[in-house]
């Protein structure tokens, strides 16, 4: 029997932190899920639409939507995306560009270059199942009024 969990526990906290910001940084975090649909001549279409139940096995999609609301640029943004207990990491999402990816919150890089500490007291490579933290530094400031999106893959554990 699948244990079902409502996606509002799961829903993560996001962590905007706008260094020297001239103005309002508003962000959104949704957690979305395909959902399939056949169409009458047999072709099935695929849609990201709002978790509402997901189980585990499931693969879901972390979106952070940000937007300028002030009447000035905001530099040096930094988004930070905890993952979830329960929520394993996968990739970036197609449409996304690539995160910093950490295993404690505080070390971030490449999965390749993160290591994690074992029960023997020696390391090993980090593995997308040990991500905790999914982090993107906008590499422009975000003008007035201007809008994007970052997104990354998961899946429920």
Same mark, same amino acid.
């Given at each position: 029997?699948?244990?079902?969990?409502?996606?509002?526990?799961?829903?993560? !906290?996001?962590?905007?932190?706008? *260094?020297? *910001?001239?103005?309002?940084?508003?962000?959104?975090?949704?957690?979305?899920?395909?959902?399939?649909?056949?169409?009458? $001549? @047999?072709?099935?279409?695929?849609?990201?639409?709002? *978790?509402?139940?997901?189980?585990?096995?499931?693969?879901?999609?972390?979106?952070?939507?940000?937007?300028? +609301?002030?009447?000035?640029?905001?530099?040096?943004?930094?988004? $930070?995306?905890?993952?979830?207990?329960?929520? !394993?990491?996968?990739?970036?999402?197609?449409?996304?560009?690539?995160?910093?990816?950490?295993? $404690?919150?505080?070390?971030?890089?490449?999965? !390749?270059?993160?290591?994690?500490?074992?029960?023997?007291? +020696?390391?090993?490579?980090?593995?997308?199942? $040990?991500?905790?933290?999914?982090?993107?530094?906008?590499?422009?400031?975000?003008?007035?009024?201007?809008? @994007?999106?970052? *997104?990354?893959?998961?899946?429920?554990?």
């Amino acid at each position: 029997m699948y244990k079902c969990l409502c996606v509002v526990v799961v829903a993560a !906290a996001v962590h905007a932190s706008p *260094a020297l *910001a001239a103005g309002p940084l508003q962000v959104e975090s949704r957690v979305l899920t395909e959902q399939k649909t056949r169409a009458a $001549d @047999g072709t099935v279409r695929v849609a990201l639409v709002p *978790a509402r139940r997901v189980v585990p096995g499931d693969r879901v999609t972390f979106v952070l939507a940000y937007r300028n +609301t002030g009447t000035q640029p905001i530099g040096n943004v930094v988004l $930070d995306n905890p993952v979830p207990k329960g929520i !394993a990491y996968r990739a970036p999402a197609a449409t996304s560009a690539a995160p910093d990816l950490s295993v $404690d919150g505080k070390t971030y890089g490449p999965l !390749a270059s993160l290591r994690v500490a074992t029960a023997t007291g +020696t390391t090993r490579a980090a593995t997308p199942n $040990d991500v905790t933290h999914v982090r993107w530094r906008l590499e422009r400031p975000i003008t007035a009024g201007a809008q @994007g999106q970052l *997104a990354f893959d998961a899946v429920l554990r």
